[in-house]
């Protein structure tokens, strides 16, 4: 049982460049959540999806897009990224309470 | 919009010793959750509390809710190096409703 999978686990990018970030979850949840980490200022909720085909902003959604493409899998795009962007971001999924999230991915934007 | 600070930001202790973080909210909350995050780690879920003044307790481990479910405390009682990491909070104004979390206390245990 994987529970949230996230990829890739690191990236290095330029400025203006584009990628996207991976997640899915096999336990069936319904909700779906894009969180990004940086020192001192604890998790930050960018986007969320409380159940297939919907999205919704979070507290920092700026440059960024997501795309939850079935029940399993929720995608977060950066169109055009930016030194700001460094951060470790993390995927979760719930159900009733208590988030499961991915490892994360450490992306550092140069 | 919603906040939640914890403090403190930091916290050294010799094994052994006690270890208290607190959790505020600018809000009401419907529940409040912690996570424990090892060093290199994701956040793990610990533990939820829903109602008003409601204490927890996990082996070495005591969650609290206050009475106005506008505040929480952790409290580890003679901290073990498998202790160490960093600790959040994270409210939820309403069950099912975007959860936000607090920056965190790291804490470091010197055997």
């Known amino acids: 049982n994987a529970g949230v999978t996230q990829t890739p686990k690191f990236q290095v990018l330029k400025t203006g460049q584009s990628m996207t970030l991976q997640c899915a979850q096999d336990?069936?949840?319904?909700?779906m959540y894009w969180y990004r980490q940086d020192p001192g200022m604890g998790l930050r909720l960018i986007y969320y999806?409380?159940?297939?085909?919907?999205?919704d902003k979070g507290e920092v959604p700026n440059g960024y897009n997501v795309s939850r493409l079935n029940k399993r899998e929720f995608s977060l795009r950066l169109e055009s990224a930016a030194p700001s962007q460094t951060s470790v971001y993390f995927c979760?999924?719930?159900?009733?309470?208590?988030?499961?999230f991915g490892s994360g991915t450490r992306l550092t934007v140069v | 919009g919603q906040q939640v600070m914890q403090i403190p930001q930091y916290q050294h202790v010799q094994e052994g010793e006690d270890f208290t973080t607190y959790c505020n909210s600018s809000?009401?909350?419907?529940?409040i959750q912690w996570y424990k995050q090892r060093p290199g780690g994701h956040p793990v879920f610990l533990i939820q509390?829903?109602?008003?003044?409601e204490v927890k307790k996990q082996k070495r481990l005591t969650f609290q809710f206050g009475e106005a479910k506008k505040n929480s405390s952790l409290h580890i009682t003679a901290t073990q190096t498998t202790d160490v990491g960093t600790y959040f909070c994270?409210?939820?104004?309403?069950?099912?409703?975007?959860?936000?979390f607090g920056q965190g206390t790291e804490l470091s245990v010197k055997p």
């Open positions: 509390l829903v109602k008003s003044g």
């Open positions: 999806s409380a159940s297939e085909g919907t999205t």
């Open positions: 809000t009401t909350l419907s529940n």
């Open positions: 336990m069936n949840h319904n909700s």
């Open positions: 994270a409210g939820q104004a309403d069950q099912g409703g975007k959860l936000i």
């Open positions: 979760a999924s719930s159900q009733n309470y208590g988030y499961t």
